[in-house]
């Protein structure tokens, strides 16, 4: 039974060599034992099964060979009792006990050793899920953690020791993004979910994970397991947000050079023929009041005048025909697709600036006409709006509501799309001049959003208009005509 | 030397350049015109002008660089500049060059007039008549 001593050099770390040497020490005492029992006992019983007892002993501590070493020793003690005992006379009992003994011997080394071959693959396994930088961990249908990765002792502060055994959602303080019956119910149904979810380490810091979910399910299709798949976000994100806001800041620097651009060459070519009427003019004066008036001169500078006159009215019209290119496109619209989508383009904000939505859609709403991009744009713009003025109110009060609704009037009918927000309102003697070029509330507003939201609703022959709420905040209303051949 | 002050005006506008000429010469003086600073002093004209009504912003050379290179000459021609863009920058490099005047388009007459009638009085030639 030497053989032990090879356990010590195993590799699996996981046994502690004094502990291996404890046991080499009890199974030999144990195999001794049973060997006086089974030589000098009068007892007629197969007591040699018993060395099952010491090779399911050993095969936690040993590897193959030793094994196979081990129970060859117990088959052999087997043996010599038997033939110490009936070494002379030997009858078909006592030879049917040593047989059965010796086969369950045998079977009980086989199944050890195939379950030591599993359970080291699966240590195996293990020990590639550590290679990852990604937290992974286990969880069983109550949600108590059976695995924990290196990945995860890492992300999250927790060693294996301390976080096995204990309830995930509990030790992780997670926030799921939706509720957890829908999470549970997608799992179910296809086997895995993905998300981002909030979770809280050792230290009490946030994390904010991409996590994927994979259920794992027994030989009879129950769920038996989740493993969980978790890769930080924290840092991608942050980087994330930052690129955003400098691609925000830079469409708005480009939105003011194209500006100043365009105005500097309008500027010029609007200046020039202007220049030239006015030079004319002072010259066709001079001309004219000469001692002697030369009349030939003065006409000429007249004529010069009609036609610099007419040039810069062809640069309008040059400008004209150019802004007619872009002219919007009217089509029908449903408002409530046209508002959803703009909530899909304002999903990030919304979550930036911690706004709850109220949504109130009257889903029986006539079609208008109308250029979608044209009217997301005036929507994305009163909610904005609407976002920034809720920046100085507590998040808990922060609520952008969303109201579409039909309307009949002595003007005829009408899509009105409301946008609500419950900020600190505007000066009742600020309201005329809202929709104002270069009018701004804001510090660093540009005031050009509303005039231009005002020049496209009016533009599709509907209005904009803005009133205060009575519970406070500003209500934005958009209001839309339903073509004539429209069918209710 | 012409009896009369001659104004050489530079403006790559046609349209300005006539009107200009026009009014110089409801003055009673002598105007010749020029499409780029280049063609002005590649020309014979650069002694006997009495004064340069120029554009600031054309292509090619500049109103301004046309400064520096008459004064690099050791001409000390007085410049009056008119321009669509008036920026203070390039108003300070033409003061710097001892401008005459720098005047926004449309400019005014009475003020174009006024300058003029300085340029002629600075380079002691005989007042228009």
Same mark, same amino acid.
């Given at each position: 039974?030497?053989?032990?001593?090879?356990?010590?050099? !195993?590799?699996?770390?996981?046994?502690?060599?004094?502990?291996?040497?404890?046991?080499?020490?009890?199974?030999? =005492?144990?195999?001794?034992?049973?060997?006086?029992?089974?030589?000098?006992?009068?007892?007629?019983?197969? =007591?040699? #099964?018993?060395?099952?007892?010491?090779?399911?002993?050993?095969? %936690?501590?040993?590897?193959?060979? /030793?094994?196979?070493?081990?129970?060859?020793?117990? #088959?052999?003690?087997?043996?010599?009792?038997?033939?110490?005992?009936?070494?002379?006379?030997?009858?078909? /009992?006592?030879?049917?006990?040593?047989?059965?003994?010796?086969?369950?011997?045998?079977?009980?080394?086989?199944?050890?050793?195939?379950?030591?071959?599993?359970?080291?693959?699966? &240590?195996?396994?293990?020990?590639?899920?550590?290679?990852?930088?990604?937290?992974?961990?286990?969880?069983?249908?109550?949600?108590?953690?059976?695995?924990?990765?290196?990945?995860?002792?890492?992300?999250?502060?927790?060693?294996?020791?301390?976080?096995? /055994?204990?309830?995930?959602?509990?030790?992780? &303080?997670?926030?799921?993004?939706?509720?957890?019956?829908?999470?549970?119910?997608?799992?179910?149904?296809?086997?895995?979910?993905?998300?981002?979810?909030?979770?809280?380490? &050792?230290?009490?810091?946030?994390?904010?994970?991409?996590?994927?979910?994979?259920?794992?399910?027994?030989?009879?299709?129950?769920?038996?397991?989740?493993?969980?798949?978790?890769?930080?976000?924290?840092?991608?994100?942050?980087?994330?947000?930052?690129?955003?806001?400098?691609?925000?800041?830079?469409? !708005?620097?480009?939105?003011?050079?194209?500006?100043?651009?365009?105005?500097?060459?309008?500027? !010029?070519? =609007?200046?020039?023929?202007?220049? $030239?009427?006015?030079?004319?003019? $002072?010259?066709?004066?001079?001309?004219?009041?000469?001692?002697?008036?030369?009349?030939?001169?003065?006409?000429?500078?007249?004529?010069?005048?009609?036609?610099?006159?007419?040039? $810069?009215?062809?640069?309008?019209?040059?400008?004209?025909?150019?802004?007619?290119?872009?002219?919007?496109?009217?089509?029908?619209?449903?408002?409530?697709?046209?508002?959803?989508?703009?909530?899909?383009?304002?999903?990030?904000?919304?979550?930036?600036?911690?706004?709850?939505?109220?949504?109130?859609?009257?889903? !029986?709403?006539?079609?208008?006409?109308?250029?979608?991009?044209?009217?997301?744009? #005036?929507? =994305?713009?009163?909610?904005?709006?609407?976002?920034?003025?809720?920046?100085?109110?507590?998040?808990? /009060?922060?609520?952008?509501?969303?109201?579409?609704?039909?309307?009949?009037?002595?003007?005829?009918?009408?899509?009105?799309?409301?946008?609500?927000?419950?900020?600190?309102?505007?000066?009742?003697?600020?309201?005329?001049?809202?929709?104002?070029?270069?009018?701004?509330? &804001?510090?660093?507003?540009?005031?050009?959003?509303?005039?231009?939201?005002?020049?496209?609703?009016? $533009?599709?022959?509907?209005?904009?208009?803005?009133?205060? %709420?009575?519970?406070?905040?500003?209500?934005?209303?958009?209001?839309?005509?339903?073509?004539?051949?429209?069918?209710? | 030397?012409?009896?009369?002050?001659?104004?050489?005006?530079?403006?790559?506008?046609?349209?300005?350049?006539?009107?200009?000429?026009?009014?110089?010469?409801?003055?009673?003086?002598?105007?010749?015109? +020029?499409?780029?600073?280049?063609? +002005?002093?590649?020309?014979?004209?650069?002694?006997?002008?009495?004064?340069?009504?120029?554009?600031?912003?054309?292509?090619?050379?500049?109103?301004?660089?046309?400064?520096?290179?008459?004064?690099?000459?050791?001409?000390?021609?007085?410049?009056? +500049?008119?321009?669509?863009?008036?920026?203070?920058?390039?108003?300070?490099?033409?003061?710097?060059?001892?401008?005459?005047? +720098?005047?926004?388009?449309?400019?005014?007459?009475?003020?174009?007039?006024?300058?003029?009638?300085?340029?002629?009085?600075?380079?002691?030639?005989?007042?228009?008549?």
């Amino acid at each position: 039974m030497d053989d032990r001593g090879d356990a010590t050099g !195993h590799e699996d770390t996981d046994i502690e060599p004094g502990k291996n040497w404890q046991m080499a020490v009890l199974a030999t =005492i144990l195999a001794a034992a049973i060997f006086a029992l089974d030589t000098f006992s009068p007892v007629d019983m197969a =007591i040699a #099964v018993l060395y099952v007892v010491v090779v399911l002993l050993a095969a %936690n501590y040993v590897e193959r060979r /030793g094994l196979l070493a081990i129970s060859g020793l117990c #088959v052999g003690l087997t043996l010599a009792s038997f033939f110490i005992i009936h070494g002379d006379s030997f009858d078909l /009992g006592s030879v049917m006990r040593c047989a059965v003994s010796i086969a369950a011997i045998t079977v009980t080394t086989l199944l050890s050793l195939r379950n030591q071959d599993a359970t080291d693959s699966l &240590k195996e396994q293990a020990a590639l899920l550590d290679l990852t930088h990604d937290a992974i961990f286990v969880r069983d249908t109550e949600d108590v953690i059976r695995y924990w990765s290196q990945g995860a002792q890492e992300l999250y502060g927790w060693t294996r020791a301390e976080a096995v /055994g204990r309830n995930a959602a509990d030790l992780l &303080k997670t926030a799921f993004p939706h509720a957890l019956a829908t999470i549970r119910r997608e799992l179910l149904q296809t086997g895995r979910w993905e998300g981002e979810l909030t979770h809280t380490r &050792k230290d009490g810091s946030r994390v904010t994970v991409m996590s994927r979910w994979s259920l794992q399910r027994d030989e009879r299709g129950r769920p038996a397991a989740t493993m969980e798949t978790n890769s930080d976000l924290t840092e991608r994100r942050r980087a994330e947000d930052a690129l955003h806001q400098t691609r925000t800041q830079l469409t !708005h620097v480009t939105r003011i050079t194209t500006l100043g651009e365009l105005t500097a060459s309008i500027a !010029h070519e =609007i200046n020039q023929p202007l220049a $030239a009427v006015v030079t004319n003019g $002072a010259a066709c004066l001079r001309w004219l009041d000469r001692p002697e008036p030369d009349i030939g001169e003065a006409k000429a500078s007249v004529e010069r005048m009609i036609s610099n006159g007419r040039r $810069a009215s062809d640069v309008v019209a040059r400008l004209r025909a150019l802004a007619r290119r872009s002219e919007p496109q009217h089509t029908p619209l449903d408002v409530n697709e046209v508002v959803e989508e703009m909530l899909q383009l304002l999903e990030r904000e919304l979550a930036q600036h911690r706004i709850a939505l109220e949504l109130a859609f009257d889903r !029986h709403v006539p079609a208008v006409a109308g250029d979608r991009v044209q009217l997301q744009q #005036v929507l =994305i713009n009163l909610s904005l709006n609407a976002m920034q003025a809720m920046d100085a109110v507590p998040p808990r /009060g922060r609520r952008l509501g969303i109201v579409t609704r039909a309307e009949q009037d002595e003007e005829g009918r009408a899509v009105v799309i409301e946008v609500r927000d419950r900020g600190p309102g505007i000066a009742p003697e600020n309201l005329p001049k809202l929709f104002n070029a270069f009018y701004s509330t &804001k510090q660093d507003g540009m005031g050009m959003g509303l005039s231009i939201s005002r020049s496209i609703i009016e $533009a599709h022959g509907g209005r904009i208009a803005a009133a205060p %709420n009575e519970t406070g905040g500003m209500t934005f209303a958009v209001r839309l005509p339903v073509p004539e051949d429209e069918p209710t | 030397m012409s009896p009369l002050p001659m104004i050489s005006i530079i403006d790559d506008d046609e349209s300005v350049r006539v009107a200009t000429e026009s009014l110089v010469r409801s003055l009673g003086l002598a105007a010749r015109t +020029f499409a780029s600073a280049e063609d +002005f002093l590649k020309s014979s004209l650069v002694e006997e002008t009495a004064c340069v009504i120029t554009d600031v912003q054309m292509p090619g050379m500049s109103g301004v660089e046309l400064q520096s290179v008459l004064r690099a000459r050791g001409a000390d021609t007085p410049l009056i +500049f008119i321009t669509a863009f008036p920026e203070e920058r390039v108003r300070r490099q033409a003061d710097a060059g001892g401008a005459i005047g +720098f005047l926004a388009k449309p400019f005014d007459g009475s003020a174009m007039i006024e300058c003029i009638d300085r340029a002629l009085t600075a380079r002691g030639a005989a007042p228009r008549p």
